[in-house]
């Protein structure tokens, strides 16, 4: 029975709505600054659309670069389907630039011979290149047989693959121009730093120091507030010098009791003291030929100092209770939050093992010195939250991104990190995709801080500076340029504090 022209006419329709649905979401999605994030969200989006089992989606940057995504296949699948791209399904689809779609590639005679067909029982396939001339990267959706058989699911998948084409190119284009504009990054091409997240001045600037030090074997003094990663750069020093395959060693001079720092750093022989029920091995020892790195080492006693500095002098040490010392081929770094010169003026700090410690001294900024940093540090910790705990994908809005921008870290990157992981593991919880700033910071009501009650520094830092924006804005008549003026601010920060703290126009 053939339809009615008016129900062509609403057929049309439905597939307008699906259309324009699908291209609302996409844009919705590329608000995100980060390539991966999208990638990740995206392929959910299509994989849901089109009920297919199996799903990966790739861009690429020239022929040197590209990022992917996959649901629902293992890590042998996926570096399966990268070692056979050039080649198979995916290859013909970036050749020829046409969408692919078959029943069943096993049964299918232009694909039934390929080895990577059988190997891996393909069945149902829809394959989608993104963009044209230059081609962006691929679409590659796996269903059981005659999965995508239905009309819809083609139009779809090509549908998505158009809205993303723009999409990858605004974002690939920022990560070019963010890369250029990289002062880390002729850094990056000589150092081993993979987990060193940042492309701040400040940061560049720490790192050309750490390139200059890390292959001479001196001491090193990393100097620098509380959890802005002194232990990160003592490692990175270690891994870019030549004792990097040897020992990495660490010592916590303040966790330890007064009465055992020395124990721990020199070792004991059998009966140098009441815990020394046999010979104990002290951390130089185990350095042995690597590093080793003395935290909060402005914390040591006195007499610990004075056995540190003789060490540093003659290379010689002496174990607790022993009476013959052991040579040691070791590199010393000291880290600590400490001023050590008004340690020495208080008669706290030895000042000649000062300067036997500060032959090369290295401060690492604080977080507030490179807020640019903030939104990449973020989205790799919360990354690695997921990871860690096993948890469902989560990445954090533009708006927690501004709020996290605003925000005051006194504890520096250690605490942004824990902020971070708390705030995924709420988003994961009430299986959200999108961390917000209700996650980040639940004790803010309205992300506001108006609501009274007992509060950190940061979120009371927070309040203050939402009350007084607010208050700010409704004495101008909401005027962003003369709040802007009035609070000494730029125009475009106000802004961005605005959409941070969630403020509007009272009703």
């Avoid at 699948?77 to 692919?100: D, K």
């Avoid at 987990?195 to 750490?210: E, F, H, K, N, Y």
Wanted: aromatic share 6%; with cysteine.
């Amino acid at each position: 029975m053939a339809s009615a022209p008016g129900d062509n006419g609403l057929l049309e329709v439905g597939r307008l709505r699906r259309e324009r649905d699908l291209y609302l979401r996409l844009l919705t999605l590329g608000q995100q600054n980060d390539v991966e994030a999208f990638l990740t969200h995206a392929l959910a989006l299509i994989v849901e659309l089109a009920e297919a089992m199996h799903g990966y989606l790739e861009l690429r940057d020239g022929d040197d670069r590209s990022w992917s995504t996959a649901q629902g296949m293992s890590e042998d699948e996926v570096r399966n389907v990268r070692r056979t791209i050039s080649r198979g399904i995916i290859g013909e689809a970036l050749a020829t630039g046409q969408t692919i779609v078959t029943s069943s590639a096993l049964l299918d005679p232009r694909f039934s011979a390929r080895e990577s067909v059988e190997r891996g029982g393909i069945q149902a396939v829809i394959c989608v290149p993104i963009g044209v001339s230059p081609t962006l990267g691929v679409l590659y959706l796996q269903g059981r047989p005659h999965a995508f058989d239905v009309a819809p699911v083609r139009e779809y998948a090509e549908v998505f693959a158009r809205g993303v084409a723009p999409i990858a190119e605004r974002l690939l284009s920022r990560q070019r121009r963010t890369e250029r504009n990289d002062p880390t990054r002729t850094l990056r091409a000589s150092l081993q730093i993979d987990d060193v997240v940042g492309r701040s001045l400040p940061l560049a600037t720490l790192l050309q120091q750490v390139a200059l030090v890390a292959p001479l074997d001196v001491v090193v003094l990393l100097t620098g507030e509380s959890g802005t990663g002194k232990s990160q750069i003592a490692r990175v020093i270690h891994d870019n010098g030549p004792r990097r395959s040897q020992p990495f060693v660490e010592l916590n001079c303040a966790a330890l009791p007064e009465g055992l720092v020395e124990s721990e750093l020199f070792g004991a022989v059998p009966g140098a003291h009441s815990m020394a029920t046999r010979r104990m091995e002290g951390k130089i020892a185990a350095a042995e030929g690597g590093t080793l790195v003395l935290d909060e080492v402005g914390d040591l006693s006195l007499s610990a100092q004075a056995k540190l500095l003789q060490f540093l002098q003659s290379r010689d040490y002496y174990p607790l209770g022993a009476s013959r010392p052991i040579r040691a081929d070791v590199r010393l770094i000291g880290a600590t939050n400490t001023d050590l010169r008004t340690a020495v003026n208080q008669r706290r700090f030895r000042e000649d093992l000062l300067y036997r410690l500060q032959v090369l001294p290295l401060r690492v900024p604080a977080l507030r010195e490179r807020r640019e940093d903030i939104p990449e540090l973020a989205r790799y910790f919360c990354e690695q939250a997921c990871r860690r705990h096993g948890l469902p994908r989560v990445t954090l809005s533009a708006g927690a991104v501004h709020a996290l921008e605003t925000a005051a870290w006194p504890g520096n990157v250690r605490e942004l990190a824990h902020a971070v992981q708390a705030a995924a593991i709420r988003a994961a919880g009430e299986g959200v995709e999108q961390v917000e700033r209700t996650h980040m910071f639940p004790e803010a009501e309205g992300h506001t801080g108006e609501r009274e009650g007992p509060a950190t520094f940061q979120a009371a830092t927070r309040r203050f500076q939402a009350q007084l924006l607010r208050q700010t804005l409704e004495e101008t008549g909401w005027s962003v340029p003369e709040t802007a003026r009035r609070l000494d601010l730029a125009r475009s920060y106000t802004y961005t504090l605005i959409q941070a703290f969630g403020l509007g126009r009272r009703k």
